[in-house]
């Protein structure tokens, strides 16, 4: 089993800045991608962001130039650091991570933390 703790959100004001962080253990053998999904209520859930062991990234249009996502291999942990924030951008924010043991691919997800943007 992984466990995946995230932290971060809360309310803010349009244009202001949150930083997510979310930390895995447990099983986390051949830990490999580590992201950032968020979901509204009635929606589908859309990729925000997401790293690589090897440093790889791919944003979603809609935060590229705002958002950055960074991980420290040596904590397990993600990191979103979203700035210029917008009211669109409210959303409940999951952690997501995968890899895979020996021939076996798994993926987890966080409990979900909420961002709400407003004035």
């Known amino acids: 089993q992984v466990q995946l703790v995230e932290s971060g959100g809360g309310l803010v004001q349009p244009g202001g800045s949150l930083r997510l962080s979310c930390a895995a253990s447990g099983d986390i053998f051949g830990l490999n991608a580590m992201g950032w999904y968020r979901q509204v209520p009635g929606n589908q859930s859309e990729l925000v962001a997401i790293?690589?062991?090897?440093?790889?990234?791919t944003y979603a249009e809609s935060v590229k130039g705002r958002f950055t996502i960074s991980r420290d291999n040596a904590k397990n942990t993600v990191y979103l650091q979203m700035n210029d924030l917008k009211p669109e951008d409210t959303a409940v924010y999951y952690c997501?991570?995968?890899?895979?043991?020996?021939?076996?691919?798994?993926?987890?997800w966080g409990q979900g933390t909420q961002v709400t943007v407003s004035s």
């Open positions: 790293i690589s062991r090897d440093g790889t990234i």
């Open positions: 997501k991570v995968d890899g895979r043991r020996f021939t076996r691919y798994y993926d987890y």
